[in-house]
Structures are given as structure tokens and as C-alpha cells.
């Protein structure tokens, strides 16, 4: 008896059953020969074993490629899906955005009143904000790839703070929330960087922090970042450097809302996460914000990171990024701020008395119209007699047209002077004129004239002059 | 509806005289001060500037018919024109009345008469398309929303 084996494994076994009476009889080396020829047959069989192995290992592999292939080819179907979505929705968003900004800035062109022409200003703003966010949000490729490369440009960092409050305090004051905003004494003014996408991080996280607020406060602080508190235990890879043209600004928002648990932080910022707590931070249905956030912070050589000491106990949200300081001769390109602003001081002058001499029927039935329109009591003469029979001490405003031939404005004023040099209460003396010249300036100054404006007058401008001119009783703008 | 389409005509008509240099800033002055008190404000304005403009043109077109041009009363008539058409904002006349100012300095009686005849154009022209922008605008009817309310 031998068993046919090759290696470990019995595949067969060969009995002879040998008769001690049979008529053969079996030589030793007879018997070898069998036991070698079962070896072989043993081989054979392991050999046959093997190939049908590996056979069905072919197959099966087979079957795996044509699986994966299938697979590669839906995952393509996939991506192209979501490309072509993405290209539709893209267009899908952009033609009723054009819509409404394009709309909007024609409305702007047409005649408003002044609470209107406010409102279509927010709608303006917002519309563009939105739509820089939807070509940031549909461009998800070129965020993917870090391709996204920021807008750098001088612009007013206050601004950008007291924009986001004007956005958002309509929905704040719906839901009864109150928000701060603090902007730190040494904070800059102008800054450089990206004023765009720096306006939708602030947004973002401030429009988080009312979004997750039933009640309460919503404090938002800006300051400038010193070292100490630039390095973090929170970000301890972040190693930011300050340097002479460079700040670093720091930005809490805290919240007194639903908080987060601290366990859910780290996924808040991945897109598309889906969070297992039904108030999950992450603005709008889809995930995007705080990761956009984190691109443009990452982008701006920051960090971004969110605190909460667990549910319903509000949360604060942190960011730093790295902005510019703009130089010296920068300064100069910056809009000018005008050295009276309008709408300073006073804004209402009714029944200011005052007197307008002109003798020209046109140019004082304009003078006259814009003054009535600041609330003014106006009387008008048209020559230098009626102006000295007309004026009395109730006139707290005499406006002399001094561009007339003929008639000498000066003089008139020294005649105006004389007459109420005893008087207590003196009109105040103010030349119109369409000539500019320092001598025009001086001359009046000489006789006393208390300020002296140039025509064409806009309202508001003859508002701030009205202002500055009761506040300090003279005024001579730079001719 | 009608009404909106007459306006939206008024608003390409007024565009079109900044556009096309007729009215300069000072005519969206003279719109701001546009009010409930003072509804037709610029009408009265225009009205006022054509009225007192018409004697000025009379006695400029007198002048000119002396031999020799007294050129100082011509530039006190002509200043007096300037002026009331800064007023309105009539840019091209206001252009108009420099030029003559320019040639009364001068002494250039041929330059004076050619460039009245050109401001009297001007003046017509811009009159005319006044007029019409006026009776279009009682057509279209009040715009509550164009008046601004009293400060």
C-alpha cells in the first residue's frame, strides 16, 4: 500500500493487494518500480491540481477587471455628471444673478428717493458678493487644485467690517440678536490684500454665528496680532511672522448660540462632510463655507479655527490672516475724503432766516430753490438798495452775488457791516461768485465777509457750507 | 403698460441731453431740488430762464445792429446770459456765450456776430427740446417716486 503524495497533500491512494499465495511472485525491485510509477502519477495529480488553481484564479481575476473597468467607467460618468452639473448650475445661477445686477444698476441710474436708492445700493452690494461666491463656490476645480489666486489691492479695512454689519443686521435684528462690532484703536485703516474674498470669510463666519443663534449676543472683534498671541496652541504648525510692511489681523465672532460639539470641530471644515448632529456649522446645505473659508484664510497666509465648549454653550469662531500695509505714496491713490463731509453737522436749517441778493431772475430763483429745499426762510432783492432796505437783524444769512458788473459787492458788504456794527445779533456775510481768484478772496476778507462760495453750488454742498458756516461763523474753502 | 413705456422714453430723452452735451450737472441740481412743495420746480426754472433770456437776445440783437459795437455793454449783456444759463445747465449755450465774452475782449465784431448767430441756434434748439421733454413729462404723469421729500 502507498500513498500517492506529493508534498503535504494525499491525493490518491494506490492499493496492490499482494497474495502470499498468488502465482507471481514479486521481485523487490518490482515493487520499487510501482511505488516510483505512483510517485509520478502523484506528481501528475498535484501538477493537474495546480493548473485547475490557477485556472480559476484567472478567472477570477478576469472577472475582477471587467468589474473594475465597469467601475472606472461609472466613476468617469460620475465626474462628468457632476462637471456638467456644475456647468449648468454655473450658468443655471449666473443668468438670474446677471439678471438682478444688471437690473440693479439700472434702477440706480433712475430718479429714487433716498431711502430707495439706499435699498437698491444693499441689493447691488449683496448681489455682487453673492455672485463672486458662486463663480468661487462652482469653480470647486480650481479651489481643488489650489489654482484660486487672490484679488491683492489697497482697499478700507474698517470698511469691509462695517459692510459685513450692514449685510447682516437685517437678519440679526429679525431674530432679535444684537451684535458689536470692535475695531481696535491701532487697527489700520487701509490695508492691502484681498478685499473680496477677506468681505465673504468675515460674512461667512459672522453670518454662522447669527445663523446658530436663537437669542442673544453676537460680538465681533477686530485688532492687529502681536506675537505672543500669533502663536497659537491651537495651530501649533502656524509660525506667523510680522514684519515692516506686513500685519497680522486677528478676528473673533462669538456666539451665544448652539455651540458645537468639540468632537465635530475638525470635520466642519472638510466640504461636504456631513455632520451626524442635526446643527451642523457649516453655512447652506452644501459644506462649502467654512472649507472656502479655510482656502482663502490658507491663502492669505492665515489660520482659521472654531472653539465651543460643547452644545448650547456658543461657540467662537478665530481667524488670522497676513495683510499688507500700504505705503505712504499709496495713500495718495486712495478716494479722497472730502474736508467737509456732506451731511456733517447740522442737517436741517428750517427757518433760517435768510437774505439772497442777485440780480440775475435765474440765478436767484435757483439760489432761493435751494435753500427753501434745506428748510431755509428765504427773501430775495435783486439790487443793492432793496439789499439795504430789505436786510434786518433777523437775517442770520445774507448771500451776495458778486459776479455783477456794475454793482460793487464789497461795498454793499461794508454798508451791511456799518449798518449792524452796533447790533448784537449781525447777519453772516457770504459771496457768491463765479470768479476764483485769490484776489476775489482776499477782498472779501478785507470788507469782512464771513465766507466766500464758488458757483455752481450743489445741495449738498450748500448743506455742509450752511453747517460749517453757523458752526464756527466763517468759512473759505480752498478757491 | 403705457404709462411705463412713456416714462422709460422720458428718461432716454433726458439721458440724451447729457449725452449729447445739451445739459451739464447743474440741471440734476436744479432735479434735486425737485420737491413736494416744489413739484414742478425745474419747469418754473426753464420757463423763468426762456422768459428772461428772450429780452436779453432783443436788446443783443439791437446792440449789435450799432455802429460801432459798444463791446462793454455787449459783455454785460452776454455776462448776464452766462450766468442765467450756468443756472440751468444749458452747457453748449453757456459754451456759446464764453466764445462771444472772448470776442468782445478782443474787440472782434465779426467774431461777435457769427457766434451769436450759432448761440441763438443753440438756444432754439435746446428750447425746443425742453418744451417737448416738459409736455412728455405732464403726459407720462407724476412719478411719486421722482419727487424727493422736503429735508
Given at each position: 500500500m502507498t500513498g500517492l503524495s506529493s508534498h503535504t497533500k494525499c491525493y490518491a491512494l494506490m492499493v496492490l493487494m499482494l497474495p502470499s499465495d498468488s502465482a507471481r511472485q514479486w521481485h523487490v525491485h518490482e515493487l520499487e518500480l510501482v511505488e516510483v510509477v505512483a510517485d509520478q502519477v502523484a506528481v501528475a495529480l498535484s501538477h493537474a491540481a495546480i493548473l485547475e488553481e490557477s485556472m480559476r484564479a484567472r478567472d477570477l481575476l478576469m472577472e475582477q477587471n471587467v468589474a473594475l473597468d465597469l467601475a472606472r467607467r461609472e466613476a468617469e460618468t460620475a465626474i462628468r455628471a457632476r462637471n456638467d452639473f456644475l456647468a449648468v448650475m454655473n450658468h443655471e445661477m449666473r443668468t438670474p444673478m446677471h439678471a438682478i445686477i444688471a437690473l440693479s444698476s439700472l434702477l440706480q441710474e433712475t430718479e429714487l428717493t433716498p431711502e430707495q436708492r439706499l435699498m437698491v445700493e444693499t441689493i447691488l452690494k449683496s448681489s455682487n458678493l453673492l455672485a463672486t461666491l458662486i463663480n468661487d463656490v462652482l469653480d470647486l476645480s480650481k479651489l481643488e487644485d489650489g489654482s484660486l489666486q487672490l484679488d491683492i489691492g489697497t482697499f478700507n479695512l474698517h470698511s469691509v467690517f462695517k459692510e459685513v454689519l450692514n449685510l447682516i443686521k437685517p437678519v440679526a435684528s429679525v431674530k432679535k440678536l444684537s451684535i458689536t462690532l470692535n475695531l481696535a484703536?491701532?487697527?489700520?485703516v487701509y490695508a492691502v490684500g484681498d478685499e473680496k474674498r477677506l468681505m465673504q470669510t468675515v460674512l461667512n463666519v459672522v453670518g454662522n454665528a447669527v445663523k446658530f443663534s436663537k437669542e442673544g449676543s453676537i460680538s465681533i472683534i477686530a485688532f492687529v496680532a502681536k506675537s505672543e498671541s500669533l502663536r497659537d496652541s491651537r495651530a501649533p504648525d502656524f509660525f506667523p511672522m510680522p514684519s515692516d510692511n506686513h500685519f497680522y489681523l486677528r478676528v473673533q465672532v462669538k456666539d451665544?448660540?448652539?455651540?458645537?460639539?468639540?468632537?465635530?470641530i475638525p470635520k466642519l471644515?472638510?466640504?461636504f462632510s456631513q455632520s451626524q448632529?442635526?446643527?451642523?456649522?457649516?453655512?447652506?446645505?452644501?459644506?462649502?463655507g467654512l472649507a472656502i473659508c479655510k482656502r482663502f484664510v490658507n491663502l492669505m497666509e492665515g489660520h482659521i479655527w472654531l472653539e465651543s465648549?460643547?452644545?448650547?454653550k456658543g461657540c467662537t469662531a478665530t481667524f488670522i490672516v497676513k495683510l499688507g500695509i500700504p505705503e505712504r505714496s499709496n495713500e495718495s491713490k486712495l478716494p479722497f475724503t472730502p474736508k467737509v463731509p456732506a451731511n456733517?453737522?447740522?442737517?436741517n436749517f428750517s427757518g433760517l432766516k435768510v437774505l439772497v441778493m442777485d440780480d440775475n431772475g435765474v440765478s436767484r430763483m435757483v439760489t432761493k430753490g435751494l435753500l427753501e429745499h434745506l428748510g431755509c426762510d428765504v427773501s430775495t432783492v435783486s439790487s443793492s438798495e432793496e439789499c439795504l432796505h430789505g436786510?434786518?437783524?433777523?437775517?442770520?444769512v445774507v448771500f451776495l452775488d458778486?459776479?455783477?458788473?456794475?454793482?460793487?459787492g464789497f461795498d454793499l458788504a461794508v454798508t451791511i457791516r456799518e449798518k449792524f456794527a452796533k447790533r448784537h445779533e449781525k447777519p453772516l456775510i457770504v459771496a457768491l461768485t463765479g470768479n476764483t481768484d485769490k484776489v476775489t478772496k482776499e477782498n472779501c476778507m478785507r470788507v469782512g465777509i464771513n465766507g466766500v462760495i464758488q458757483k455752481p453750488i450743489s445741495v449738498d454742498k450748500m448743506r455742509s457750507i450752511l453747517s460749517e458756516l453757523l458752526e464756527h461763523r466763517v468759512l473759505y474753502e480752498a478757491l | 403698460m403705457e404709462r411705463n413705456q412713456m416714462r422709460r422714453q422720458l428718461a432716454l430723452m433726458r439721458q440724451s441731453f447729457f449725452d449729447q452735451g445739451f445739459l451739464d450737472e447743474q440741471f440734476i441740481q436744479l432735479e434735486e431740488l425737485?420737491?413736494?412743495?416744489?413739484?414742478n420746480f425745474v419747469e418754473e426754472v426753464v420757463t423763468l430762464y426762456y422768459r428772461d433770456s428772450s429780452r436779453l437776445i432783443l436788446n443783443i440783437d439791437q446792440a449789435l445792429e450799432?455802429?460801432?459795437?459798444?463791446f462793454n455793454k455787449l459783455d454785460n449783456y452776454m455776462h448776464q446770459f452766462k450766468g442765467s444759463s450756468t443756472s440751468i445747465g444749458a452747457k453748449k449755450v453757456k459754451a456759446e456765450c464764453t466764445q462771444f465774452r472772448e470776442y468782445c475782449k478782443a474787440g472782434n465784431s465779426e467774431g461777435c456776430m457769427r457766434t451769436f448767430q450759432q448761440l441763438k441756434k443753440e438756444y432754439a434748439i435746446l428750447k425746443r427740446k425742453l418744451e417737448a421733454y416738459f409736455q412728455q413729462a405732464r403726459q407720462a404723469g407724476?412719478?411719486?417716486?421722482a419727487c424727493r421729500s422736503r429735508n
Open positions: 484703536q491701532d487697527l489700520p451665544s448660540g448652539s455651540g458645537i460639539n468639540p468632537q465635530e471644515f472638510t466640504k448632529s442635526s446643527a451642523t456649522r457649516n453655512s447652506g446645505g452644501n459644506g462649502l465648549d460643547g452644545l448650547a456733517h453737522g447740522q442737517t436786510v434786518s437783524h433777523e437775517h442770520q458778486v459776479c455783477m458788473p456794475g454793482i460793487d | 425737485q420737491d413736494d412743495a416744489n413739484p450799432r455802429n460801432p459795437l459798444d407724476p412719478l411719486e417716486t
